[in-house]
């Protein structure tokens, strides 16, 4: 069953440094997004990707995130310079559809900003 | 503007035991609405989805979930619990139907004890 991938499943990094965070959505899927689950608490919508653009946007995401896709398989989300804020567990998701389709998740990848 | 409410952090059952993990919605248009499940260190994964259709929905390892309007309510029940059932679920909903922006729920961590 195809699935999403995402890498790498642990990141520990310093603050003020860049972090890419990499997904291969599942392969017909048009749809993308991001999450982030800081530890204890829910999951927050980061931002959703369609035709090469974002089609919405959580305050969370500010300037210092961005998202690409650099090819047909990847989808990246980049911070330009972590704080110790963004420490979380981030969830890229892709769908077929909007409105009442099915996001399948990936794993994750755990951030910590040191 | 759409919201999720997942009453009870923690839920404890036994072996067999009916298993009841309560969410309530508001949302000013009809609701797309999702139950996802967390195991240790995974992703999340689908249970089952309500998209106006039956209100009544089945979904994957014997867990159902009702769809009740007049009490804004889509709760997730299975009849007997299992020791594999162990894991967070989360409710959702979708924020907009023109992003596929999915609002969690603050999950609850389910427990079974033998």
């Known amino acids: 069953e195809p699935e999403v991938t995402q890498t790498p499943s642990h990141q520990v990094t310093q603050m003020g440094q860049e972090v890419i965070l990499r997904c291969v959505p599942i392969?017909?899927?048009?749809?993308f997004y991001w999450y982030r689950q800081i530890l204890g608490q829910k999951v927050e919508f980061l931002v959703s990707?369609?035709?090469?653009?974002?089609?919405?946007k959580s305050e969370i995401f500010d300037d210092q995130f961005s998202v690409e896709r650099p090819d047909g398989s990847n989808f990246t989300l980049k911070i330009r310079s972590t704080k110790l804020e963004d420490s979380a567990m981030y969830f890229c998701?892709?769908?077929?559809?909007?409105?009442?389709?099915?996001?399948?998740f990936g794993p994750g990848t755990r951030l910590l900003v040191l | 503007a759409q919201s999720v409410t997942q009453l009870g952090s923690h839920v404890s059952v036994s072996e067999g035991a009916l298993v009841l993990l309560r969410c309530n919605y508001s949302?000013?248009?009809?609701?797309?609405l999702f139950w996802y499940v967390q195991y240790p260190n995974q992703g999340l994964q689908l249970l089952l989805k309500?998209?106006?259709?039956?209100?009544l929905v089945k979904g994957i390892n014997g867990f159902e979930a009702e769809f009740k309007k007049s009490e804004t309510s889509f709760h997730l029940t299975k009849p007997s619990a299992h020791m594999s059932d162990a894991a967070e679920y989360f409710c959702?909903?979708?924020?907009?139907?023109?992003?596929?922006?999915?609002?969690f729920g603050q999950g609850t961590t389910l427990q079974v004890k033998p």
């Open positions: 990707f369609y035709n090469n653009e974002i089609s919405e």
């Open positions: 309500y998209t106006s259709a039956a209100t």
């Open positions: 998701a892709s769908s077929t559809g909007l409105a009442g389709e099915t996001q399948y």
């Open positions: 959702a909903v979708h924020g907009s139907s023109n992003t596929g922006k999915l609002i």
């Open positions: 949302s000013s248009v009809p609701p797309y």
């Open positions: 392969s017909n899927h048009l749809y």
